[in-house]
T-cell receptor, first 113, second 114 residues
Framework: SAVISQKPSRDICQRGTSLTIQCQVD?????MFWYRQQPGQSLTLIAT?????????ESGFVIDKFPISRPNLTFSTLTVSNMSPEDSSIYLC??????????FGQGTRLTVV | EDKVVQSPLSLVVHEGDTVTLNCSYE??????LLWYKQEKKAPTFLFML????IEKKSGRLSSILDKKELSSILNITATQTGDSAIYLC??????????????FGQGTILTVHP
C-alpha cells in the first residue's frame, strides 16, 4: 500500500486568497486524483492529475479555479483559487495502481472566512 | 449517469448490536465495489469486492456483493463505540476515460452508544 503525505492538514483562509495543497507519495504511482468533500456530503472527484500533461477535470470543475500540477509520479498539488466560503471543504488526494483499491491522503480541512 | 446509493443515511445503535449497511449502484463498465470507513478526514480502506457471492471478512466486519441485484451489504457484528464513523461505498469502473475514478455514495453515519 502507498503512504501518502498531504499538507497542510487544515487551514483557515480569507476569501479572495488562494491555497495550495501538496500530496507526496512514497512510491511512483500511475493515477492520482483530487476529491472534495463538502460539509455533510460525500466525496466528489475534482480531477485526475496527469503526469507531464494538463489535469483532466470533472464536470463542474475548471482549471482556473482548481489548477493542478503533477511534475512527477510521486507528487501533485491542488490550488484552490480566489476562495469563497463555499469552498470550505475537506480536500483529499488519492492514488490508485491499476485494479487495486484507492488510498487516500490525510486530507486538508479548509475553512474560508 | 452513474449512481451509488447507500442506506440508511444514519443509524444509531448500542454496543453489541449487529448492523447491516446497504449500497446499490447503477454504473457502466462496473469493475469493483469498495467500502471505506471515515472517522475524521481520510477514508480508510475496508473491502474491495469484484465477484458476486463471495464474502470478504475482517474481524467483526464482513461484506458481500450481489452483481445480479447491483448491490452490496456491509455487516458489523458486536458493534463497539470505535465503530462510530461514516461508512462510504464506492464503485470503480473499467477502462476508458473512467479508469480509476471512484463514484461514492452519500455515506452511512453510524453512531454506537456504550
Amino acid at each position: 500500500s502507498a503512504v501518502i503525505s498531504q499538507k497542510p492538514s487544515r487551514d483557515i483562509c480569507q476569501r479572495g486568497t488562494s491555497l495550495t495543497i501538496q500530496c507526496q507519495v512514497d512510491s511512483q504511482v500511475t493515477m492520482m486524483f483530487w476529491y472534495r468533500q463538502q460539509p455533510g456530503q460525500s466525496l466528489t472527484l475534482i480531477a485526475t492529475a496527469n503526469q507531464g500533461s494538463e489535469a483532466t477535470y470533472e464536470s463542474g470543475f475548471v482549471i482556473d479555479k482548481f489548477p493542478i500540477s503533477r511534475p512527477n509520479l510521486t507528487f501533485s498539488t491542488l490550488t484552490v483559487s480566489n476562495m469563497s466560503p463555499e469552498d470550505s471543504s475537506i480536500y483529499l488526494c488519492s492514488v490508485k495502481q491499476g485494479a487495486t483499491e484507492a488510498f487516500f491522503g490525510q486530507g486538508t480541512r479548509l475553512t474560508v472566512v | 449517469e452513474d449512481k451509488v446509493v447507500q442506506s440508511p443515511l444514519s443509524l444509531v445503535v448500542h454496543e453489541g448490536d449487529t448492523v447491516t449497511l446497504n449500497c446499490s449502484y447503477e454504473v457502466t463498465n462496473f469493475r469493483s465495489l469498495l467500502w471505506y470507513k471515515q472517522e475524521k478526514k481520510a477514508p480508510t480502506f475496508l473491502f474491495m469486492l469484484t465477484s458476486s457471492g463471495i464474502e470478504k471478512k475482517s474481524g467483526r466486519l464482513s461484506s458481500i456483493l450481489d452483481k445480479k441485484e447491483l448491490s452490496s451489504i456491509l455487516n458489523i457484528t458486536a458493534t463497539q463505540t470505535g465503530d462510530s464513523a461514516i461508512y462510504l461505498c464506492a464503485v470503480d469502473r473499467a477502462g476508458g476515460t473512467s479508469y480509476g475514478k471512484l463514484t461514492f455514495g452519500q455515506g452511512t453515519i453510524l453512531t454506537v452508544h456504550p
